[in-house]
Structure formats: structure tokens, C-alpha cells
């Protein structure tokens, strides 16, 4: 049968932020990229394995560059690049980040260091060291760019050894999605992944800030927030243009954890883990509203609209602090008591409740939000990370760090519907309303696990940037 490996690398010329990157790479080591400079543009590579080859192949590439019109050269890779088609599977894996200048290009050109068959790793044969790729195109300061490379590797017929001889085409490819998007923040990649739910990849990288750590969406206005955990800043962007139009150094802000718009209210809650507090900005310029005390270490923030209150975890406290914002807030209307480690929330607004994951217990603490008192607790087991209802088939979903699993239980008695494995360890997850399906953030191998209810299965594994803590959906 014969063997045809199709890699599709995703590049993405995007305008510069601050901070390098060093983004992870399938099957062997690459370089720490350069920082991006202002005058540069910035540009992503991703691979992705379309039919699975057997045996494996590991193809060594010593550099890879963009070569200009003028006969100069943009290095994007180089030292010891390692593509293992083992590793790809059929989920697009993230190459390498690099800053290039603007300008005409030429194409794409290849420096093969040599391949190989696994698992023997029996050397093949390859048929030119220097695989060069026709293919015109320009990039600009603050223009986007994403090109898709496909190479093949036809089987060949009566030698005695293998002939690696790979061909590869290129196609243009618009990099704003005309769908609607999944956006993920990498904390070490310092960038912000912009994931297509149409084609479930990344499509565009907006980087921004040194640790991005957090993001939230207000779709009313079109606007995407992110917090910075380094710098403490906290970063406005136009959804329509994945464009920054606004920054807000905020000095007070220590290590946020979490961002979350309220577009009903205008204010932007901020989550700071290290000073013990809640930041209220105005969603319309960034300017700080009110400083709020909550309890110790704070990591998460909820707000229902029925009741108009927003609730903030303190995860060494084992409480929720309760904000009402039909008024001005100077402090916490209540603090309600939970159990140990309290990890993430979950709101059921047709019957009024809040769900409170205890990654300490074994319980789901359950509060009644007219109340604000605790009605009961759903045993499910120790571990659990985070917490999603599904308003739609009416269920609730956990993520189990130690175990690599999505859990999938009944919300009014905890009892197990299914269970769904993911490769790494859950830390948040999110329910798209608009497909109906659930990503679960993996930061151990920085990527985005899609889960199809449905299914009952995981539908495909998303790779993004080095690190993501946090993700955000534009409806």
C-alpha cells in the first residue's frame, strides 16, 4: 500500500510583542528563537501528519529558511530539527517561532541533515540535501501571512535500500478565520494562539506581554483581554482584527490568575494570586474601578447574571468570596466555606446553582446562588482540577490531573456517565454553546484536548504554544 506523508507547516507572519519564545517541537530539540524586534514580522511553523506512515521516519533538518527575492536568506530554524512522523499522528504539532524581516520572498528552503526508518533506525538514503520550494509571497509589519507546505514521501519501487525524497507544494492560505475561534494563552511562548474551530488548528498567533496567563472574551463588544503574570499588565484586543488596541500597565496587579470580562456591568475582574485581591477596570479604557481583598491565593472568578453576584475561589482559604455588583463593592458581600483546595466553578442558572470543585476531597461542593448557602456535596473522587456544565444535555464535566481523564457525571447526584482519556494532565475546561463540544486545556503537552460529548470521545488533540493557561471562546 503505498506510503504518502503529508506535513503541513503553518506559518503565520504576525506583527512583534515582547519576550522569545520557545515553543516545543515533535521529536527532537530546536534552538531558542530570537526575540521579535518591532521593524520584524513574526513567523510560525506547525507540522501535521495527514495519513499515518508505517514504519516511522525521523527526518533530520539542519536548517530551514525563507529565501528573499533579492538571493538573501531568513533563517526560521536551525540546529538539530527533529520531525518524528510517530509523534505527529494526525494532530498539527508547533515547529518553531521566529521573527523575520518584511519583505519579497522567493520560497521556502529545506537543509536536510539526513532520515531514517523506525524503529530500527535503519539510515535512508536522501535523494538532495537542499529541498528548495518555489513559492512567491510578501510580509509586512503587522500583516499576516500563512502558507501550507505539503510534502510527500511516494514509496519507491525495486531498491534495495530506502530513498527518503520528499516534494513539497505550497498553498496559500488566509489566516483570519471566517468561523468562530477558541483563543488559548501560552504562558511560556508569550503569545496568544488563535485556534479555528472549523478547521481545529491554530490559524494565527497574536504575541503580546512576557507570561501570558490568563484571557477572557466580552463578545458584546469584540473584545479579547489578557493578564499577564510577569508584568502584571493586562492587554485589550479587537477580536474582528486579532489586533492589540489597548494596554494597561497595572503595578498593583500581581501574578493574575484570571481575567473576566462582564460586559453586563463594563468592568473587567482581575484575579490577583499574589496580593490577595480583585482588580475591577473599566472594560472601555482599563482604568482601575475598585480594589477588592478577597481571601488567601486566590485563582478563579465566575459571575452570574441572574443574581448579578461574582464569586472568586481562595484556593488556601478552601472558601468562595461573594461580590455583589448590583452596587459599588468595597469588599466581599460573603464568604461562603467550601472544602479543601477549591480548584474551579461551574454555574447552573436554571436551577440556581453553583458548582465548587474541591481538588483536596472527593466532593463537589453544591450552593444554592439566591442563598448562598451550601445544599449539599457530590461525591466524584480526589483530584479534580476544574469543573463545565453543559446547560444543553444537562451535565457536568471534571478534569482529573493525576489520572489524565475527563470525566463526564450527572449534576444533581454525581453519578458517572462516561470517562474520556487525554494525553496530559486537565487544568481547565471550557463548553463551547456554539458546537456543543468541550476543550480541555493541557499544559503538560502543550495543547487543547477536544472532547465530543456526543461521542463520548476525544475527537482530536489541538497543539498551540509552549505552556497555555488559559483559554477563551469568541461566539
Known amino acids: 500500500m503505498p506510503r504518502r506523508l503529508l506535513v503541513i507547516l503553518l506559518l503565520s507572519a504576525v506583527a512583534c510583542g515582547g519576550g522569545g519564545q520557545k515553543p516545543a517541537v515533535p521529536g527532537g530539540s530546536i534552538s531558542t528563537t530570537r526575540a521579535p524586534t518591532g521593524d520584524h514580522s513574526q513567523v510560525v511553523l506547525y507540522a501535521r501528519l495527514m495519513h499515518e506512515i508505517e514504519p516511522g521516519i525521523l527526518w533530520k533538518v539542519r536548517k530551514i529558511s525563507l529565501r528573499s527575492a533579492d538571493g538573501s536568506q531568513a533563517d526560521l530554524a536551525t540546529g538539530n530539527l527533529v520531525i518524528d512522523t510517530d509523534r505527529l499522528g494526525e494532530r498539527q504539532r508547533l515547529i518553531e517561532v521566529a521573527d523575520v524581516p518584511p519583505g519579497n520572498y522567493a520560497g521556502v528552503t529545506f537543509f536536510t541533515e539526513g532520515a531514517e526508518v523506525k524503529p530500527a533506525g535503519t539510515p535512508m538514503s536522501v535523494e538532495t540535501n537542499i529541498l528548495t520550494v518555489e513559492h512567491p509571497f510578501s ?35 488566509d489566516p483570519r478565520p471566517t468561523s468562530r475561534v477558541v483563543y488559548v494563552a501560552n504562558e511560556n511562548s508569550a503569545n496568544v494562539s488563535v485556534i479555528d474551530k472549523a478547521v481545529k488548528r491554530v490559524v494565527y498567533n497574536v504575541y503580546l506581554g512576557a507570561r501570558p496567563s490568563a484571557v477572557g472574551a466580552d463578545n458584546r463588544r469584540g473584545r479579547l483581554y489578557a493578564a499577564d503574570r510577569r508584568t502584571g499588565s493586562v492587554y485589550e484586543m479587537d477580536m474582528a482584527s486579532n489586533h492589540l488596541v489597548n494596554v494597561a500597565e497595572l503595578d498593583f496587579v500581581d501574578e493574575p490568575a484570571d481575567v473576566l470580562p462582564v460586559p453586563e456591568k463594563d468592568i473587567i475582574i482581575v484575579v490577583n494570586h499574589g496580593t490577595d485581591t480583585v482588580h475591577l477596570l473599566d472594560s472601555f479604557n482599563l482604568r482601575p474601578v475598585a480594589t477588592i481583598d478577597v481571601g488567601r491565593r486566590p485563582t478563579k472568578a465566575m459571575y452570574s447574571k441572574v443574581w448579578e453576584r461574582a464569586f472568586i475561589i481562595n484556593s488556601q482559604h478552601g472558601t468562595i468570596s461573594v461580590l455583589d455588583l448590583e452596587t459599588t463593592p468595597t469588599a466581599p458581600d ?61 451535565r457536568l464535566y471534571l478534569a482529573f490531573g493525576y489520572t489524565h481523564e475527563v470525566k463526564c457525571v450527572d449534576p444533581y447526584n454525581g453519578i458517572e456517565v462516561f470517562t474520556v482519556e487525554v494525553p496530559g494532565a486537565p487544568t481547565e475546561l471550557m463548553f463551547d454553546p456554539d458546537e456543543k463540544k468541550l476543550y480541555a486545556l493541557l499544559p503538560e503537552a502543550n495543547g487543547v484536548a477536544v472532547i465530543d460529548p456526543a461521542m463520548r470521545s476525544l475527537e482530536t488533540v489541538i497543539e498551540t504554544g509552549e505552556k497555555p493557561s488559559g483559554m477563551a471562546l469568541r461566539l
Open 139 to 173: 510580509t509586512t509589519p503587522g500583516a499576516s501571512k500563512t502558507l501550507l507546505l505539503v510534502l510527500s514521501h511516494p514509496p519507491v519501487a525495486g531498491e534495495a535500500e530506502p530513498v527518503f525524497k520528499p516534494a513539497i507544494e505550497i498553498e496559500d492560505e
Open 334 to 394: 460573603t464568604t461562603i466555606q467550601v472544602e479543601l483546595n477549591p480548584s474551579g466553578m461551574a454555574i447552573n442558572e436554571a436551577d440556581d446553582w453553583l458548582y465548587v470543585s474541591n481538588e483536596g476531597t472527593t466532593d463537589i461542593t453544591v450552593i444554592r446562588i439566591e442563598t448562598l448557602a451550601v445544599e449539599r456535596s457530590l461525591m466524584v473522587g480526589t483530584g479534580v482540577t476544574d469543573i463545565a456544565f453543559d446547560p444543553f444535555g444537562r
